[in-house]
């Protein structure tokens, strides 16, 4: 029904954005990760997914096509709904999932608030084959493997030191990480939280 709305952001709550397009404000659920992006009185382009069913009606919100994309694949998994796969989208950004799921790593997946590891081995069984086509003709080396795996150590060692998941993402994500140990981008993200 819905595509997209642009508007003003006029509200950022925690799960949710309202998004003002001439007069009208629409409550738009959504990711941390879409959440992130915007600030108070941004010009917004979220693009839209209606959720009807018998009990609920929603409206689901993202900051790009390719979440929204994800968002919709996820929902049409049995066992995963909307809350739920707004969950595993606020895990990290869409091609980290994508690799994660691609990769069979159902301990990051399960990481997301209500997946169990049997959830995380049904989505990863259920959309392995759909993400299989974007890596095909791509070398999977070892580095872009590594790479997920250093950003989870790190992360969980910032948890670990009292930082909130989201305060640990954010700060990660402006973090030049190229060529750098886990120390060394622990101590980097330490020092940018600190600032």
Not at 53 to 68: N, Q, T, W
Not at 120 to 144: F, P, Q, T
Request: no cysteine; aromatic share 8%; net charge negative.
């Amino acid at each position: 029904m819905y595509s997209y709305i642009k508007g003003i952001v006029k509200s950022i709550r925690e799960n949710h954005l309202i998004v003002d397009n001439n007069g009208i404000g629409y409550s738009i659920s959504t990711s941390a990760n879409t959440i992130k992006d915007f600030t108070l009185n941004d010009q917004a382009t979220i693009y839209t997914h209606l959720y009807v069913r018998e009990d609920l009606i929603g409206l689901y919100g993202f900051g790009s096509p390719e979440e929204l994309g994800l968002f919709e694949i996820l929902i049409r998994i049995s066992g995963v709904g909307p809350k739920a796969a707004l969950a595993i989208l606020s895990l990290a950004d869409v091609g980290t999932l994508k690799y994660s799921i691609f990769s069979g790593d159902h301990k990051f997946i399960s990481k997301a608030s209500g997946i169990g590891k049997r959830t995380a081995e049904k989505i990863i069984l259920e959309l392995k084959d759909k993400i299989k086509d974007e890596y095909s003709g791509i070398a999977m080396d070892r580095g872009l493997a590594d790479t997920v795996t250093s950003y989870d150590t790190v992360t969980d060692a910032l948890v670990s030191l009292g930082f909130t998941l989201g305060e640990a993402r954010n700060v990660l994500k402006s973090i030049d990480k190229t060529d750098k140990s886990e120390d060394e981008i622990i101590k980097l993200a330490l020092k940018k939280i600190g600032n």
